[in-house]
Structures are given as C-alpha cells and as structure tokens.
C-alpha cells in the first residue's frame, strides 16, 4: 500500500513541476501596490520609466498634450510638462535620451528627456506608418528602434494578424522606417479560444531581461506575452474588476511590472505595481 502512495505522490509532483514550467508568467495578478491618481490623470494612457529614476514613472494623459512625472514614494505628481496642443495620445516609451509619444493616428512626437521646458524641441514624426488607428509602442534598446502595434487598421481587416512597424531611432530623436512585422491571430487562438478574428493592442512594453514582448488590449481584457519575434507565448486574461481599462504597461529596473488603468467608471485613474516572482 505504501509503495503505490509514493508512486502517486511522485506521478502528483512530476504533474505539479510540468504545469509550473508550462505556465511562465512570473506575475501574481493580485497588485503588491496600487496607487490612485489625482483627477489630471484620469484617463493615464502611456507610462514609462527613466533608468536613473527608479522612484518616478512617467505619464500622459488621453486629449492633453501634456507629460506628467508621478513620484512612487511621495505618490503625487511632482513634474507637469507641456509638449502639444489637446489631441488623442496614446503611448509614452523612452531611450532616457527623448522621450516619445504616440498619438492615434500614428504620429510620434519626440522631446529631449534633460529639458526643463520642451517649447521649440519637440519633433512631430509623421507619415511613418500606414493610415490606422495606434495605442501601442514600446523602445527596444537592442535594436535602438520603436515599435509599433496597429489597433485598427485597414490591412488587418481579414483577421489574419496584427500588423506592427519598426521605426528607427535617428540623431536628435529623428525616426526612419525600419521594417515590419505582426502578430498572427491563429497562434493567439491557439493559445486561447476566446481570442477569436481580432486582437486590439492597447499598450505594449518590451521586458529586456526575457526578450519578450508584453502587449496588453484593454477591450480583449488580455496581456499576451510573446518572444523577441512576436510570436505568442501565453495569453493571460485580466479581472475586469480590478482593470477597469487598462491602457499603460512598463517595467521599473528590478523587472516588476506596472500596469494603469483609465478610471473608465472609477472616480480615478489607477496605476498597480505587481512584484516580479524570483
């Protein structure tokens, strides 16, 4: 009778180890720190960090043309930066030379990082990408070039895949066309059912330690994390409870992940902080 006991105890954790190695995300989605922001950043839809300021994330905010640093420790907002008119932006990634910032219709503005005011140092790069609608770019320092993610764009009206851009990072933040690639939808749908004919990005963030790639969709309540080709890897359903609509995703220098949320419904915007498991 023992001797089958330790066979099942043994067959229980030879199972146990294989789901551990299948499932990789090394997040708990249960925030080990969450902050409210103030009314201003409402509508928080791009975060970032700057590597030697680990204490301070930078925002903007959906219809302001403004760049906002909010203080992790203090937790208010201790730097307000002007760099457009009122527009539709929709991402925020830096070199921690320039920050960029990505408006809706595929424009990157692009302001140094060590100015106190922007006025006159702003680069708008426009044309760069296809006519669509965009929410997602994130800096890879391997290759010193943005990438880009369509949200709504005519090409990907077959279902087929997500249509991405690469756009090289030139002196004085100046961009370039440097190639394309996609996300097919198939190998979403094969990682799970409920991701069907579309997947819509709303933010992504490139996690240097991995070479992967995080892309969050707000409207598909998704993170799906793929390899350093953007071929997925695991797809991972967010609560709607506690997202209600996430539109920012980035990593500080210890590899813990941050994700905001638009207030939506909520009385304010959230930003959570979810501790890398080591």
Same mark, same amino acid.
């Given at each position: 009778?023992?001797?089958?006991?330790?066979?099942?105890?043994?067959?229980?954790?030879?199972?146990?180890?294989?789901?551990?190695?299948?499932?990789?995300?090394?997040?708990?989605?249960?925030?080990?720190?969450?902050?409210?922001?103030?009314?201003?950043?409402?509508?928080?839809? @791009?975060?970032?960090?700057?590597?030697?300021?680990?204490?301070?994330?930078?925002?903007?905010?959906?219809?302001?043309?403004? %760049?906002?640093?909010?203080?992790?420790?203090?937790?208010?907002? +201790?730097?307000?930066?002007?760099?457009? $008119?009122?527009?539709?932006?929709?991402?925020?990634?830096?070199?921690?030379?320039?920050?960029?910032?990505?408006?809706?219709?595929?424009?990157?503005?692009?302001?140094?990082?060590?100015?106190?005011?922007?006025?006159?140092? +702003?680069?708008?790069?426009?044309?760069?990408?296809?006519?669509?609608?965009?929410?997602?770019? $994130?800096?890879?320092?391997?290759?010193?070039?943005?990438?880009? %993610?369509?949200?709504?764009?005519?090409?990907?009206?077959? @279902?087929?895949?997500?249509?991405?851009?690469? %756009?090289? +990072?030139?002196?004085?933040?100046?961009?370039?066309?440097? @190639?394309?690639?996609?996300?097919?939808?198939?190998?979403?749908?094969?990682?799970?059912?409920?991701?069907?004919?579309?997947?819509?990005?709303?933010?992504?963030?490139?996690?240097?330690?991995?070479?992967?790639?995080?892309?969050?969709?707000?409207?598909?309540?998704?993170?799906?994390?793929?390899?350093?080709?953007?071929?997925?890897?695991?797809?991972?359903? %967010?609560?709607?409870?506690?997202?209600?609509?996430?539109?920012?995703?980035?990593?500080?220098?210890?590899?813990?992940?941050?994700?905001?949320?638009?207030? @939506?419904?909520?009385?304010?915007?959230?930003?959570?902080?979810?501790?890398?498991?080591?």
């Amino acid at each position: 009778m023992k001797y089958y006991l330790l066979i099942g105890l043994f067959l229980f954790t030879l199972g146990m180890g294989s789901c551990q190695s299948q499932n990789s995300f090394p997040y708990l989605l249960r925030a080990d720190e969450s902050y409210t922001l103030p009314k201003k950043l409402a509508e928080i839809s @791009g975060i970032t960090f700057l590597k030697d300021q680990p204490s301070n994330i930078f925002a903007i905010q959906d219809e302001d043309g403004l %760049l906002f640093g909010y203080d992790l420790l203090k937790k208010q907002i +201790v730097l307000t930066t002007s760099f457009a $008119a009122k527009g539709d932006y929709e991402e925020l990634t830096t070199d921690d030379q320039y920050f960029y910032v990505l408006k809706s219709n595929g424009h990157v503005y692009s302001f140094p990082v060590k100015q106190a005011s922007v006025s006159g140092k +702003v680069i708008v790069n426009k044309d760069l990408v296809p006519k669509g609608e965009y929410e997602s770019m $994130a800096f890879d320092r391997a290759s010193g070039s943005l990438f880009l %993610l369509c949200k709504v764009c005519k090409i990907d009206k077959k @279902g087929e895949a997500v249509s991405g851009y690469i %756009l090289k +990072v030139g002196e004085g933040g100046r961009l370039s066309n440097g @190639g394309e690639f996609s996300v097919p939808i198939s190998a979403l749908s094969a990682l799970d059912k409920r991701i069907k004919k579309t997947f819509k990005p709303s933010a992504m963030a490139r996690r240097e330690s991995t070479e992967e790639w995080y892309i969050l969709s707000s409207i598909d309540q998704a993170l799906v994390i793929t390899d350093d080709a953007f071929k997925p890897k695991e797809v991972v359903f %967010l609560p709607r409870k506690a997202f209600e609509q996430p539109e920012g995703i980035a990593f500080d220098k210890d590899d813990n992940l941050y994700i905001s949320s638009e207030a @939506g419904r909520q009385a304010h915007g959230m930003i959570y902080k979810f501790n890398v498991i080591k």
